[in-house]
Every structure is written in structure tokens, then in C-alpha cells.
């Protein structure tokens, strides 16, 4: 059987850089285990199947299947566009509809904020699970769930997050979820921008994403919580970090609005396509 697909760059200022994902075109979702073939064979952070209804969306990874992406959402966004002519008004979410839009020059989802826990652990051990200094956490670590709970940290400088190097035994334990995969997010905020790392962990390996519209969302989620202004808007840097032949930057923009809803958006770029047959 032949799988439609397309290679996306997502949240990426040029057509090179962001974050790459691949998004498969379906009439129905195939079984999982169909699903992690494909992801395997192309090999991408992310692989999203959409059906062309946009009635189901599914993202997988070589090593899990994710509950949200904010990543899958506008990507999967950006090929009906093309396909259809028009963005979708929605696509499934974990706890709903996700509202969908296009201004021209980026795609957005919409969030809200209404999942919001205390960190499990305390300063110490969240530094030592980071391999960083505990004065360097500069606020409340929490566990904030706009489509995905993900363990949010703010640290006190750029340097701090450039030298965070989470342990990948104590990040599964700290940062788990319930949904079998620990995820967290640190950042530093300097003004209207903020640099962003997003990470998750298996206990046994850490994977850091190039651009996680989940861990922006809840990044905004995480200013509600404390008290941030609103509206706020934030211009979020990512993947600059990694380490790889090719260095990616990922731009994602965070909105929040009076009403306390959470915009996130960035520009989407189809750069191939082509069809696998299993």
C-alpha cells in the first residue's frame, strides 16, 4: 500500500531551518504498528497522519507515540491549506477541538490554560536532575498541561539554559506525565524574547526537540499560573542548541490574550513530498 507524505519545516523563519517533521495524507489512520513503520522509515522527530477530512490527526516518533503536538497541529494545518485551498477551522486535540488559523505569514493554534500542578520535586533535586546550580532556578517549577504536561522551569540566565544537561534517569522520574514519556521544558526570558530547550526522556536517553509548540504553550500557561501580564506577546528561539551538522533555529510566537487564551504560531514551509510503499 502507498502512503502519501510531505516533508515540512516547521516554525522556521527560512525555508532551511525549524524544525523538521513529515505529515502523511490519509483517508484513515492506519494501526499503530503501521504508523511506527512509516515513522521509522523516514526517520523525522516528528511523522503526523492526518486524514484528508481533517477528522483524525495522530503524531508518532521513532521511539513513542505523542498524545499533542503543537508541531503536528500546524503542520498538518499546512498541507490541508495546500491540498484544500483553505486552513482548517480545527483538528482533534487531547481535550478537544484545536482551533486553527492563517494570517498570511504564520499558522497558530489555540490553547487554554486550565491544568496546572506543583512540581513533584523540589529545587534541589530539579537542579541536580539538570546539571544545574539551584540558584539558577529563578521561579516555581510547575507541571502545566495545555494539551500535553510537560515540567516548566525558568532559569535566571542564557547560560544556564546553554549548560543544562538533564540526566535522563532523574528527568523520567521528575518530569513524568502518565502518558509513558517525561517531558520539560527550561527557558530564560530577556524582555519580549525568550530561548527555549525542550526535552524528553525514556530513562534511558534525553532527546532535545528543535521546536516544540507544546512547550511554548505552556510556557504560556506557566506566566498565567505566576501572575505574567496580559495580553503578552513573546518571540521564543529554539534549537540553536543542538548540536548537529546543520544548525536549525526554530521562531515560535507566544500570544495570550486579555481573555486568557494561548496563541502559538510560526511560519510552516512544505519543502518535499513523495509517497512510501510497505
Not at 502512503?3 to 492506519?30: M, W
Not at 486552513?87 to 478537544?96: A, F, V
Not at 521544558?185 to 516544540?212: C, P, Q, T
Amino acid at each position: 500500500m502507498q502512503y502519501e507524505f510531505f516533508l515540512i519545516n516547521g516554525f522556521a523563519e527560512r525555508r532551511a531551518s525549524g524544525a523538521p517533521v513529515a505529515v502523511f495524507l490519509v483517508d484513515t489512520l492506519p494501526d499503530d504498528a503501521v504508523m511506527r513503520q512509516l515513522a521509522y522509515q523516514l526517520n523525522q522527530s516528528e511523522s503526523v497522519f492526518v486524514t484528508r477530512d481533517a477528522g483524525a490527526i495522530r503524531c508518532v516518533t521513532p521511539q513513542f507515540t505523542l498524545p499533542f503536538s503543537g508541531l503536528a497541529q500546524l503542520a498538518a494545518a499546512a498541507v490541508l491549506h495546500r491540498e484544500t485551498g483553505r486552513c482548517p477551522e480545527s483538528l482533534p486535540g487531547r481535550y478537544g477541538p484545536i482551533q486553527l488559523s492563517y494570517d498570511e505569514h504564520a499558522y497558530w493554534f489555540r490553547a487554554w490554560a486550565n491544568r496546572t500542578q506543583p512540581a513533584a520535586a523540589g529545587t534541589m533535586e530539579i537542579a541536580s536532575a539538570l546539571s544545574v546550580d539551584a540558584r539558577d532556578i529563578a521561579a516555581p517549577a510547575l507541571m502545566i498541561d495545555t494539551g500535553l504536561a510537560q515540567l516548566m522551569v525558568p532559569l535566571r540566565s542564557r547560560q544556564a539554559v546553554l549548560q543544562a544537561a538533564p540526566h535522563p534517569a532523574l528527568l523520567a522520574q521528575l518530569a513524568a506525565n502518565g502518558q509513558h514519556i517525561a517531558q520539560l521544558a527550561l527557558w530564560h526570558r530577556d524582555g519580549d524574547i525568550a530561548m527555549l530547550r525542550f526535552f524528553s526522556s525514556d530513562s534511558f536517553n534525553v532527546y532535545e526537540d528543535f521546536g516544540a509548540g507544546s512547550a511554548v504553550a505552556n510556557l504560556g500557561g506557566w506566566l498565567l499560573a505566576t501572575g505574567g501580564e496580559q495580553p503578552c506577546r513573546l518571540k521564543v528561539e529554539q534549537g540553536h542548541t543542538i548540536h548537529r551538522p546543520n544548525t536549525r533555529l526554530s521562531v515560535l510566537h507566544l500570544q495570550i490574550g486579555a481573555d486568557r487564551a494561548i496563541g502559538v504560531g510560526g511560519r510552516v514551509w512544505i519543502v518535499g513530498e513523495g509517497r512510501v510503499e510497505l
